[in-house]
């Protein structure tokens, strides 16, 4: 697998995702290489330069917030969390609502990681139905 498909049935925030990691797809990373790198240490290493400012991201955040927000709220469920900074750490609790950049900067962080997880996912999935 050496990029990731696009097609017709993936959202807005999906695409935008995809693009962004097929576009860093290059001779020092593979496809699998690159997003279990963005699994183990995350877009706070800076993996993703779109994504390294806090404003950046914040920006990013707010051009998807609804898919990212559903996002959010689904895993929080499913963790039985509570709060945000159950899932997050470094969450601050003086902004509960994430209307500041700081926060809304880690919600692009969660859903960009969340969504290149589910992307590698369903291509090897769809790449092993190819083998069989």
Known sequence: MEKLKITND?????????RIINSMVKAEYTLDSLID?????????????ELISTIDSARFYRLYKKEIDQLFYDTLEVC??????????????????????????LLAWFGFEIVSRSLQWEAQRTENKKGK
Not at 10 to 18: G, M, P, Q, T
Not at 37 to 49: A, L
């Open 10 to 18: 993936l959202s807005k925030f999906e695409k935008r995702v995809a």
């Open 37 to 49: 790198h963005i699994n183990e240490k995350g877009c706070v290493s800076g993996v993703v330069t």
């Open 80 to 105: 039985d969390a509570g709060v945000p900074h159950e899932l997050i750490d470094t969450w601050d609790y003086a902004d509960p609502l994430a209307r500041d950049d700081y926060n809304q900067s």
